[in-house]
């Protein structure tokens, strides 16, 4: 839970008069606020401390990180504090135990907490979706869709762990296809889906983030892009929409609404800050730093192009409910649950709720 740094004692009264100078000083300081000489919010007690799930360099916290970098969690008034895990199903595993406030990651695992009759709900968004299958150097495949994925029928598939997004969203495609979810075997191969492919350890892979246009520079081919509607088979139903998005447990946003909306706050002005053209420059630069150093040009670019396509703060509400709708298909959860049990009120919905919140 976030704690709330209370200043202790207040304005002492006092029979003692300012002189002009000392009074006019203190008016001007008052009066300008955060101008040439800004008041310390960690100094006058008014951050707020609030605990983070991150994946660093992967864009699933991307904004975050953002915010971290830039101080727009300290001028939101929060003292961010992070902990590091490798997937989807650690950071809901941190968020229910109480590790940190907001964990990060793809709807699934927080469908699958809250269906067990977990009070858990999303309060902003990350990115919209990000994953692509794809198949390993080599391994030749029907080009459309849904003779691409039936191929895949006894063949291993690299997700980042069991039980994760990765794993859920290959078994989406899979029952989209006409397949059961055991006709194909799965592998947790962390952060080293390229590896794997590149090496044979497995067939196919749900990468994300860097993984995306690095697998597919050493010859890895895509089966299914799901980030937008143009190359994503339709029949799916989740192509373009939000995905990654940060959730809270419900006690803890019920007893701090302040800090959820610093958070906000914060989040939106990173998103907006990437977006804005007068930091292009900046921004793909930040987006570079996630692909290894001795990247092609090519390469840095196409990421960084893909990156700033997919980061948004936020997360429609019928995006949330077509999620509740596939994993329920996809046996994550076990029945349809109403959207407003895990999309918090006040979650921006659209880049105008975002720019809103920066006001």
Same mark, same amino acid.
């Given at each position: 839970?976030?704690?709330?740094?209370?200043?202790?004692?207040?304005?002492?009264?006092?029979?003692?008069?300012?002189?002009?100078?000392?009074?006019?000083?203190?008016?001007?300081?008052?009066?300008?606020?955060?101008?040439?000489?800004?008041?310390?919010?960690?100094?006058?007690?008014?951050?707020?401390?609030?605990?983070?799930?991150?994946?660093?360099?992967?864009?699933?916290?991307?904004?975050?990180?953002?915010?971290?970098?830039?101080?727009?969690?300290?001028?939101? =008034?929060?003292?961010?504090?992070?902990?590091?895990?490798?997937? =989807?199903?650690?950071?809901?595993?941190?968020?229910?135990?109480?590790?940190? +406030?907001?964990?990060?990651?793809?709807?699934?695992?927080?469908?699958?907490?809250?269906?067990?009759?977990?009070?858990?709900?999303?309060?902003? @968004? !990350?990115?919209?979706?990000? @994953?692509?299958?794809?198949?390993?150097?080599?391994?030749?495949?029907?080009?459309?869709?849904?003779?691409?994925?039936?191929?895949?029928?006894?063949? /291993? *598939?690299?997700?980042?762990?069991?039980?994760?997004?990765?794993?859920?969203?290959?078994?989406?495609?899979?029952?989209?296809?006409?397949?059961?979810?055991?006709?194909?075997?799965?592998?947790?191969?962390?952060?080293?889906?390229?590896?794997?492919?590149?090496? =044979?350890? *497995?067939?196919?892979?749900?990468?994300?983030? #860097?993984?995306?246009?690095?697998?597919?520079?050493?010859?890895?081919?895509?089966?299914? +892009?799901?980030?937008?509607?143009?190359?994503? #088979?339709? !029949?799916?139903?989740?192509? =373009?929409?939000?995905?990654?998005?940060?959730?809270?447990? @419900?006690?803890?946003? *019920?007893?701090?609404?302040?800090?959820?909306? /610093?958070?906000?706050?914060? *989040?939106?002005?990173?998103?907006?800050?990437?977006? +804005? #053209?007068?930091?292009?420059?900046?921004?793909?630069?930040?987006?570079?730093?996630?692909?290894?150093?001795?990247?092609?040009?090519?390469?840095?670019?196409?990421?960084?192009?893909?990156?700033?396509?997919?980061?948004?703060?936020?997360?429609?509400?019928?995006?949330?409910?077509?999620?509740?709708?596939?994993?329920?298909?996809?046996?994550?959860?076990?029945?349809?649950?109403?959207?407003?049990?895990?999309?918090?009120?006040?979650?921006?919905?659209?880049?105008?709720?975002?720019?809103?919140?920066?006001?």
């Amino acid at each position: 839970m976030g704690r709330v740094s209370s200043p202790r004692g207040g304005i002492m009264r006092s029979n003692r008069i300012l002189s002009p100078t000392l009074a006019g000083a203190l008016l001007l300081a008052l009066g300008t606020g955060i101008g040439t000489c800004p008041i310390d919010a960690r100094a006058a007690g008014r951050l707020e401390t609030v605990r983070f799930t991150v994946q660093p360099n992967t864009l699933v916290t991307t904004l975050v990180e953002v915010a971290l970098q830039q101080k727009f969690f300290e001028q939101a =008034g929060v003292d961010a504090k992070t902990v590091t895990v490798a997937h =989807g199903p650690a950071a809901v595993t941190a968020l229910a135990s109480g590790s940190v +406030d907001i964990a990060t990651n793809a709807p699934e695992v927080f469908l699958a907490l809250a269906g067990k009759g977990q009070s858990v709900k999303l309060i902003a @968004g !990350q990115t919209k979706q990000l @994953g692509v299958l794809v198949a390993r150097p080599g391994l030749q495949l029907p080009a459309q869709f849904p003779a691409s994925v039936q191929a895949l029928k006894g063949k /291993k *598939i690299g997700v980042t762990a069991l039980s994760s997004a990765t794993q859920y969203l290959a078994i989406t495609m899979m029952t989209a296809a006409g397949l059961a979810a055991n006709d194909a075997s799965f592998v947790a191969v962390g952060t080293g889906a390229t590896q794997a492919l590149v090496n =044979g350890v *497995i067939d196919a892979g749900f990468v994300t983030g #860097p993984q995306v246009v690095v697998s597919q520079s050493l010859g890895a081919k895509v089966i299914v +892009d799901l980030r937008t509607t143009e190359n994503c #088979p339709a !029949q799916l139903g989740i192509c =373009g929409i939000g995905q990654v998005g940060m959730w809270a447990m @419900g006690d803890w946003i *019920i007893k701090n609404p302040d800090a959820v909306g /610093k958070v906000r706050k914060a *989040i939106a002005r990173a998103d907006v800050f990437l977006h +804005d #053209p007068a930091n292009a420059e900046t921004a793909r630069k930040m987006m570079y730093a996630h692909v290894p150093a001795d990247s092609t040009d090519k390469l840095k670019n196409e990421y960084a192009d893909y990156a700033l396509t997919v980061l948004s703060a936020a997360f429609a509400r019928k995006d949330l409910e077509a999620w509740i709708g596939i994993d329920h298909k996809a046996g994550v959860i076990a029945a349809p649950m109403p959207v407003a049990d895990v999309y918090a009120q006040g979650t921006p919905e659209n880049f105008e709720d975002v720019r809103s919140l920066t006001r």
